[in-house]
T-cell receptor
Framework: QKEVEQDPGPLSVPEGAIVSLNCTYSNSAFQYFMWYRQYSRKGPELLMYTYSSGNKEDGRFTAQVDKSSKYISLFIRDSQPSDSATYLCAMMVTGFQKLVFGTGTRLLVSP | EAGVAQSPRYKIIEKRQSVAFWCNPISGHATLYWYQQILGQGPKLLIQFQNNGVVDDSQLPKDRFSAERLKGVDSTLKIQPAKLEDSAVYLC??????????????FGDGTRLSIL
């Protein structure tokens, strides 16, 4: 079993839709949860991070963490074609900088 | 602020040949990482440097991969001899320090390696 599981997609939605991206994990020691966006032939860029459980909002993006279920989500409101990319979840144990990534979900937003 | 620079962008070699990748981190960033990203997978950490010392190389195939960070700035990653399964994108990242996400990792655009 992988430490972090993520549906690879692709996930296709029309412009303006609400998008839900999810990851599950098995290591209960993970405390930091991050979402990266990766455009084709580019490196990942950090979108958001949360510490432990709870919600965090930044513009059209909302990150949620449910540690009891070992489940994290990223919601994108009013999705735009420019949001088309691969979204990677990543997790870290407190005190260590080692990131463990999911496989990434490819998102396609059509105009 | 200039980003993480990597070269070359693309490399094609035959199996059993050797190859080297170069990374220049963001100025002032003490921590440097090399990741391997196989098509359809997330990045996997190969090695982490703090200044010019190795912090974590537990997932580096040491029989064929080597990396160095002389003077605590630029870094090179070498593969010798290359195998077909080494075909991947090699990403370099840097951060100010080895702390949590308050010192986020910034990634370069990677070197895409194809093994024939």
């Amino acid at each position: 079993q992988k430490e972090v599981e993520q549906d690879p997609g692709p996930l296709s939605v029309p412009e303006g839709a609400i998008v839900s991206l999810n990851c599950t994990y098995s290591n209960s020691a993970f405390q930091y949860f991050m979402w990266y966006r990766q455009y084709s032939r580019k490196g990942p860029e950090l979108l958001m991070y949360t510490y432990s459980s709870g919600n965090k909002e930044d513009g059209r993006f909302t990150a949620q963490v449910d540690k009891s279920s070992k489940y994290i989500s990223l919601f994108i409101r009013d999705s735009q074609p420019s949001d088309s990319a691969t979204y990677l979840c990543a997790m870290m144990v407190t005190g260590f900088q080692k990131l463990v990534f999911g496989t990434g979900t490819r998102l396609l937003v059509s105009p | 602020e200039a980003g993480v620079a990597q070269s070359p962008r693309y490399k094609i070699i035959e199996k059993r040949q050797s190859v080297a990748f170069w990374c220049n981190p963001i100025s002032g960033h003490a921590t440097l990482y090399w990741y391997q990203q196989i098509l359809g997978q997330g990045p996997k950490l190969l090695i982490q440097f703090q200044n010019n010392g190795v912090v974590d190389d537990s997932q580096l195939p040491k029989d064929r991969f080597s990396a160095e960070r002389l003077k605590g700035v630029d870094s090179t990653l070498k593969i010798q001899p290359a195998k077909l399964e080494d075909s991947a994108v090699y990403l370099c990242a840097s951060s100010r320090g080895p702390g949590g996400p308050n010192q986020p990792q910034h990634f370069g655009d990677g070197t895409r390696l194809s093994i024939l």
